[in-house]
């Protein structure tokens, strides 16, 4: 067991500690703070990480003494800091991993993504999705529950048509032409694609074959509003919250910008590719 999910462990039996001393059930618990039951019982049972506002806003529910709050937050501190495993989260469940996503982008605002491989999650089709999370299945193990997690990635996409969001995504041009599902699901996932460029509160970049890059597009991130940033490896996560961290990655998200195609271009760029695989599939 890796040191992250020990500590997650830890922390979710310390919380339904306090939750039980303040005599209140799970649903109870979650009425008070808006939740579905089950995040209670997710986190508690240490199938999903609690953010640290999941945590305040527990302690806030709870009663928490000021120093039992300084205690979790030392805890959740200590978590930030270590790199979470891939393989780690994947085996916990294809479907939690969702469900922690999907609560940090219900708190937040502000999406900057870039993402060198595959296309982004919140822009995925089903049937894109079932083909990537079935690859993530074979390379990382984990529960056959690929019918679930697309469920909640989809669910995940409702937050692009709140208007109090804004989303600016970016993607190479290379990641259209990756075949990571047969040429009626590339189509598809396009077709999605297109039609994400019309809503109002979204960007949507992509990084033509020609154009001079200002780096290597080396791996994805997230930046969460200016307060984290998720960056994954093949291996690891790394989730960075030091102001300095934060400031690099915006820095090299605004020059991936300032070189990308947006409105007609970027729609140009998706029809060419479109084009291309209605060509396979009538070859």
């Known amino acids: 067991m890796s040191g992250f999910q020990q500590a997650r462990i830890e922390l979710g039996a310390r919380l339904r500690q306090l939750r039980e001393d303040a005599q209140l059930s799970g649903k109870q618990l979650a009425a008070r703070l808006g939740w579905q039951p089950s995040k209670v019982s997710r986190i508690e049972n240490a199938r999903q990480t609690a953010s640290e506002s999941d945590v305040l806003a527990w302690g806030r529910a709870v009663g928490a003494a000021p120093d039992v709050m300084e205690e979790l937050l030392a805890v959740m501190t200590a978590m930030d800091e ?8 994947h085996r916990g469940g294809l479907t939690a991993s969702q469900e922690n996503f999907r609560d940090l982008e219900l708190n937040t605002r502000l999406f900057r993504v870039f993402e060198p491989g595959i296309v982004i999650g919140l822009l995925q089709t089903s049937e894109y999705a079932r083909h990537i999370f079935t690859k993530v299945r074979r390379m990382y193990g984990g529960a056959d529950e690929i019918d679930s997690a697309i ?3 989809m669910q995940r996409q409702e937050v692009l048509y709140d208007r109090n969001r804004t989303f600016h995504f970016i993607m190479p041009e290379a990641v259209l032409h990756y075949r990571l ?10 077709d999605r694609l297109l039609a994400v460029t019309s809503l109002p509160n979204v960007e949507f970049g992509v990084l033509p074959f020609e154009a001079l890059l200002p780096s ?3 791996n994805g991130y997230w930046i969460y509003d200016s307060r984290m940033v998720v960056a994954a490896t093949r291996t690891k996560e790394l989730i ?3 102001p300095d961290d934060v400031d690099f990655y915006v820095k090299n998200f605004e020059e991936y910008r300032e070189v990308a195609a947006y409105g007609d271009d970027a729609r140009a760029i998706i029809i060419r590719a ?5 060509k396979q599939s009538t070859a």
Not at 274 to 278: E, G, M, N, T
């Open 181 to 190: 599902a047969p040429p009626e699901v590339m189509r598809g996932q396009l």
């Open 151 to 153: 469920r909640v990635r």
């Open 240 to 242: 960075l919250k030091s």
């Open 82 to 89: 270590q790199y979470n495993s891939w393989r780690q989260r």
């Open 274 to 278: 479109i084009d291309q695989y209605a």
């Open 216 to 218: 290597a597009p080396l």
